[in-house]
């Protein structure tokens, strides 16, 4: 069970917009900035967004990342098929001292 | 370019201790108010932190892990280590060192490729 919660599965088709939830609590989302890491298949997680909507140097501006009280969402738009990965939420915890991850969403390019 | 890489055994037996070192190229591990963590992906599942350090050596442990977790660092060797006690079959996972920009951050930005340590159940 993880700390933030995200969902499962996610699909759409090439071109369209997709968005990703992840919810927290008030120790975690609620106090401190989210990061989003994408995980292609066989690969090490690679650095998405952090501070809720900051961009790494490469990541395209079709990736933007957003958050309000205790959740927050990252969105892709003009899906393309190499989009097709795990992504994963993270955030710093107050309460556990720690670094929490939603437990990964699956997205599927149709 | 920073570059982190995993070593150690890939079959640990249960109750031994899981060993791994990460060697830091590309970069300096002394450089002020970095860290230096591990994160680890079980077979098709998420992923877990498993805690962080600084190159003075204050340290993050995450709490489900900390009575068999010790992460330390050698600066001279630009290498930080892991060592988990008492594994189990729930310690199979493939191991990620990786490079924080704090201590109180989850902004993970250096991955090492990882490496996979299986205990037998």
């Known amino acids: 069970q993880s700390v933030l919660t995200q969902p499962p599965s996610a699909s759409e088709t090439p071109g369209q917009r997709v968005t990703i939830s992840c919810s927290g609590s008030?120790?975690?989302?609620?106090?401190?900035?989210v990061n989003w890491y994408q995980q292609l298949p066989g690969t090490a997680p690679e650095l998405l967004i952090y501070r809720n909507n900051q961009r790494p140097s490469g990541v395209p501006d079709r990736f933007s990342g957003s958050k309000s009280g205790t959740s927050a969402s990252l969105a892709i738009s003009g899906l393309q098929s190499e989009d097709e990965a795990d992504y994963y939420c993270a955030a710093w915890d107050d309460s556990l001292n720690g670094v929490v991850f939603g437990g990964g969403t699956k997205l599927t390019v149709l | 370019q920073l570059q982190l890489q995993e070593s150690g055994p890939g079959l640990v037996k249960p109750s031994e201790t899981l060993s791994l070192t990460c060697t830091v190229s590309g970069g300096s591990i002394s450089s002020s108010g970095y860290y230096w963590g591990w994160i680890r992906q079980p077979p098709g599942k998420g992923l877990e932190w498993i805690g962080s350090i600084s190159y003075s050596g204050s340290t993050y442990y995450n709490p489900s892990l900390k009575s068999r977790l010790t992460i330390s660092v050698d600066t001279p060797k630009k290498q930080f280590s892991l060592k988990l006690t008492s594994v189990t079959a729930a310690d199979t996972a493939v191991y990620y060192c990786?490079?924080?920009?704090?201590?109180?951050?989850?902004?993970?930005?250096?991955w090492g490729q990882g490496t996979l340590v299986t205990v037998p159940s």
């Open positions: 990786a490079r924080l920009p704090g201590g109180e951050t989850a902004t993970i930005s250096y």
């Open positions: 008030s120790s975690n989302i609620g106090t401190n900035t």
